[in-house]
């Protein structure tokens, strides 16, 4: 069936290094897209998504690009912190009355002081 | 600020007992979802509801879950009878309506260690 996946299981950067996290989906259909961070103990917290009419989008030291062509979504931290090592779950929506995210298996971040 | 709710916040118990599992959604949420996360499957979708009828709980081994939404501020997973393989971490997720963009609030999870 089709999927979410992600190309790197772990990411280790030095703290202050931008972190760009990758995924690939396979559903063509899928319209909406969704990072979560998740700390240890925690549930996935909402960072920032995107709709696949945009091809960028930007938050606070995050940016989310969008690539329909090559089904391929990635998470730019800008600056990254301690505070950003967690696991980072890319999660999409096909779309429609179908309100189901599929999430991906998940990347680590580690950040090093 | 607003935000999910669960308990208990760990549990453990024997194979063979019943496990109930609770969640109160944000105030104003419309569509609450049950997840499952182990390491080997990751995040799962058990079930959701929206306006507390059950939507799709496709998911969801039917033999010995169930889910239920009594009111609009609590939503219950169950399990009768556990077995070792149902541990995991649940977590209970709210949204608003379908809308332009549908992020979900998830809890902070119940950890369930079934022996």
């Known amino acids: 069936g089709e999927s979410v996946g992600l190309h790197l299981p772990t990411l280790s950067v030095q703290e202050g290094d931008n972190s760009i996290i990758n995924c690939a989906y396979s559903?063509?259909?899928?319209?909406?897209f969704i990072w979560y961070k998740q700390e240890s103990g925690k549930g996935p917290q909402f960072i920032i998504d995107?709709?696949?009419?945009?091809d960028k989008r930007q938050g606070q030291r995050v940016t989310v690009l969008l690539n329909k062509t090559v089904k391929h979504l990635s998470l730019q931290i800008a600056a990254t912190q301690p505070g950003d090592s967690a696991v980072y779950f890319c999660?999409?929506?096909?779309?429609?009355?179908?309100?189901?995210?599929?999430f991906g298996k998940g990347t680590l971040l580690t950040v090093n002081p | 600020d607003a935000r999910v709710t669960q308990t208990p916040r760990h549990k453990v118990t024997e194979m063979g007992q019943e496990v109930t599992m609770r969640c109160q959604p944000i105030?104003?949420?419309?569509?609450v979802f049950w997840y499952r996360q182990t390491m080997m499957q990751g995040l799962e979708l058990l079930a959701y509801?929206?306006?507390?009828?059950?939507?799709?709980d496709s998911g969801m081994p039917k033999d010995r879950f169930s889910a239920e939404m009594p009111d609009a501020t609590l939503a219950t997973l169950k399990i009768q009878p556990s077995e070792p393989r149902d541990s995991a971490v649940y977590f209970c997720?709210?949204?608003?309506?379908?809308?332009?963009?549908?992020?979900?609030?998830f809890g902070p999870g119940t950890r369930l260690t079934v022996l």
């Open positions: 999660a999409e929506n096909s779309g429609g009355s179908n309100y189901k995210l599929t």
């Open positions: 105030l104003g949420h419309n569509t």
């Open positions: 559903n063509s259909a899928s319209d909406y």
């Open positions: 997720a709210s949204g608003l309506p379908p809308g332009l963009y549908n992020e979900q609030f």
């Open positions: 995107i709709r696949s009419n945009m």
């Open positions: 509801f929206r306006n507390r009828a059950p939507l799709d």
